[in-house]
């Protein structure tokens, strides 16, 4: 079945139209959720805009508040798998990654490179998770102090001992960076504080003076990066923004979705998670309409919920690839299943024939 209303399945027609109600009748309404293809970003983000309401839709807030107002290389997957000779991988992402993917000599580098094992730094707890690296261990709270710490060994600036470490740890530590000849610092918004990501950047400006250092972002999974990028070109912002006002006003603490929605401050939510069946995180109760594969478990049922397809699986699509680190087109075998954007540009019809 493709739709239900409280539940019950619904005609897809039936559906629409409660939805269409639900959004005519609010005033303040948020577009959020886990994820959604290109398409399905573009779609959700215009109706939030004619509707004059919230859209916070995906996960990439933080990274895009991390590279406000500095400078930072970046390389892509394959860049640094053939060429990092010293990784820092920050946080137990990173190191999981590393330790997958970064376990073997690099194949590439300068003039008489000769391949060697590449030296893998992690801070963060969970030594266990690369064989043969180097550890600095810290818990997630003190990640933003290490890597601080790193950056001030770096800059030769006086430095105290932290989290277990000397003062000589930490050079020791800072002159394995600053001897890399291609040293790529691997790291997940999901794993860091904003803080921690503003002291890498910090760090890495510092090891750009004596040598190459780069960083590999990890790309968050259900397309947050392609949403990022939906939203800054059809807006110019990096994420949570306001249509209330007539135009695009971004503002990451008061344009998030959980917090509108917990506080009361929204009398409707539109709920997308096209790539996994995923419920909403927040616990306010405002009337919802999602938008998900089958099997999402709700804390109550929905006022409208409607069945949708993965993309690239039951229908074609647009989305960030780490590895091409790009958008790719993924074509597939269409099923009954339709699409985010082919439900909420239905949905839009709706509520642009009800305002006439």
């Known amino acids: 079945m493709t739709a239900f209303i409280k539940g019950a399945p619904a ?113 963060g707890a969970g030594r266990e998770t690369i064989e043969g690296g180097k550890t600095i261990e810290a818990s997630l709270e003190r990640l933003p102090g290490v890597v601080a710490a790193l950056a001030a060994a770096v800059k030769g600036a006086p430095l105290t001992g932290y989290a277990g470490l000397s003062s000589d740890d930490f050079k020791a530590f800072a002159e394995i960076l600053k001897t890399a000849q291609f040293g790529v610092a691997v790291w997940s918004p ?46 110019g912002f990096p994420g949570r923004v306001s249509f209330a006002q007539g135009s695009a006003e971004y503002d990451p603490w008061r344009f998030d979705a959980s917090r509108l929605v917990n506080s009361g401050e929204c009398d409707a939510a539109v709920w997308v998670s096209a790539f996994r069946a995923a419920a909403p995180p927040w616990t306010g109760a405002p009337p919802l309409i999602a938008l998900t594969g089958p099997g999402a478990a709700f804390a109550k049922p929905p006022e ?44 839009a019809v709706r509520v642009e024939r009800r305002a006439a």
């Open 304 to 347: 409208v919920h409607f069945n949708i397809g993965k993309p690239g699986v039951d229908h074609s699509g647009e989305y960030y690839d780490a590895m091409a680190d790009g958008l790719i087109s993924a074509a597939a075998v269409k099923s009954d299943k339709l699409s985010v954007a082919a439900v909420l540009d239905a949905l």
């Open 190 to 235: 999901a794993d860091l504080h904003p803080m921690a990501a503003e002291a890498l950047m910090i760090l890495a400006e510092a090891l750009n003076a004596a040598t190459r250092f780069t960083s590999l972002m990890l790309a968050q999974g259900d397309n947050a990066r392609g949403i990022a990028d939906v939203v800054v070109w059809m807006t």
């Open 11 to 123: 005609s897809l027609d039936a559906a629409l139209d409660r939805a269409g109600d639900i959004l005519r009748a609010a005033k303040s309404p948020v577009f959020a959720g886990a994820g959604a293809d290109i398409a399905g970003a573009r779609s959700a983000l215009s109706l939030a805009q004619a509707m004059g309401g919230v859209f916070d839709l995906g996960d990439a807030a933080q990274e895009m508040r991390a590279m406000q107002g500095r400078r930072l290389m970046y390389t892509t997957p394959r860049e640094a798998k053939s060429r990092a000779d010293v990784v820092l991988a920050i946080g137990e992402e990173a190191a999981r990654y590393a330790a997958k993917h970064m376990s073997k000599p690099p194949k590439l580098g300068r003039e008489g490179f000769k391949a060697a094992p590449r030296i893998i730094l992690h801070a």
